[in-house]
Nanobody
Framework: QVQLVESGGGLVQAGGSLRLSCAAS????????IAWFRQAPGKEREFVAA?????????NYADSVKGRFTISRTNARNTAYLQMNSLNSEDTAVYYC???????????????WGQGTQVTVSS
C-alpha cells in the first residue's frame, strides 16, 4: 500500500499563490506516475497535472492550469509539489494527489489517493 498525505491548502486572494505538498509513504516503487486532481463543489473531479517520477520527470498539465501551475518532486522522491500561481476563483476546489505504478502521464486511472486538501480563492 501507498499512503499519500496532502498539505498546503488554504484561503488565498485572487492573483495569489499556494504550494501544495504530497508526502508518500509505505510501499515504494522505482518509478511511478504522481498526479494532482481537483474537485469543485457540484463538479466532477478533474485532472490538473502529472509527473513521471523516475521516468525522466516528464510532465502533463490540464489546459486550464498551463503556465500557472508547476508540478515537481524532491530528489528523495517521496514528496511531490504543486506550485499554483495567479490563482482565480475557478481554482477553488479540493485538491487530491494520486499515484499509479503503470501507464503514462496522459492516463487518468490512478491506484492510490490522498484525502485531499481544500484550496479556496477569494475574489
Amino acid at each position: 500500500q501507498v499512503q499519500l498525505v496532502e498539505s498546503g491548502g488554504g484561503l488565498v486572494q485572487a492573483g495569489g499563490s499556494l504550494r501544495l505538498s504530497c508526502a508518500a509513504s509505505g510501499r515504494t516503487f522505482s518509478s511511478y506516475i504522481i498526479a494532482w486532481f481537483r474537485q469543485a463543489p457540484g463538479k466532477e473531479r478533474e485532472f490538473v497535472a502529472a509527473i513521471n517520477w523516475g521516468g525522466g520527470d516528464s510532465t502533463n498539465y490540464a489546459d486550464s492550469v498551463k503556465g500557472r501551475f508547476t508540478i515537481s518532486r524532491t530528489n528523495a522522491r517521496n514528496t511531490a509539489y504543486l506550485q499554483m500561481n495567479s490563482l482565480n476563483s475557478e481554482d477553488t476546489a479540493v485538491y487530491y494527489c494520486a499515484v499509479k505504478r503503470f501507464g503514462t502521464i496522459y492516463g487518468y486511472n490512478y491506484e492510490y489517493w490522498g484525502q485531499g486538501t481544500q484550496v479556496t480563492v477569494s475574489s
